[in-house]
Nanobody
Framework: QVQLVESGGGLVQAGDSLRLSCAAS?????????MGWFRQAPGKEREFVGG???SVGSYVKGRFTISRDNAKNTVYLQMNSLKPEDTAVYYC????????????WGQGTQVTVSS
C-alpha cells in the first residue's frame, strides 16, 4: 500500500476553478499504481470521478482533468467551472495495476462551492 495525502480543497464560488493534489509515499513504486479520484457529497454514496494509469497523458471528463506526475509521486484533479453540486469530500485512491479495486485511500479534502 501507499500513503496518500490530499490537499487543495476549500471554499470557492460557482464558476471558479480548483486544483486538488494527492501526494503518495511509501515503499512501493508509485508508477505501479493506477490513481483515482472519488467524491462523496452529504447524504450520498461515494462516486468515482476518474482515474489515470501510467503518465501517458491525462484523463479528461467534462470539466474535470486528472493528471499525474510520477517524478513527484503526485496526482492532480483540476476542476473548472465548479458548480454547487460539486460540493463534496474528495478522496484520492490508489490501486495496484493488474489488480481490481483501490486499496489505498487518502483522508479526503473538502470542496465547497457556493452559489
Amino acid at each position: 500500500q501507499v500513503q496518500l495525502v490530499e490537499s487543495g480543497g476549500g471554499l470557492v464560488q460557482a464558476g471558479d476553478s480548483l486544483r486538488l493534489s494527492c501526494a503518495a509515499s511509501g515503499r512501493n513504486t508509485f508508477i505501479n499504481y493506477r490513481m483515482g479520484w472519488f467524491r462523496q457529497a452529504p447524504g450520498k454514496e461515494r462516486e468515482f470521478v476518474g482515474g489515470v494509469m501510467l503518465s501517458v497523458g491525462s484523463y479528461v471528463k467534462g470539466r474535470f482533468t486528472i493528471s499525474r506526475d510520477n517524478a513527484k509521486n503526485t496526482v492532480y484533479l483540476q476542476m473548472n467551472s465548479l458548480k454547487p453540486e460539486d460540493t463534496a469530500v474528495y478522496y484520492c485512491a490508489a490501486g495496484v495495476i493488474g489488480q481490481s479495486g483501490y486499496d489505498s485511500w487518502g483522508q479526503g479534502t473538502q470542496v465547497t462551492v457556493s452559489s
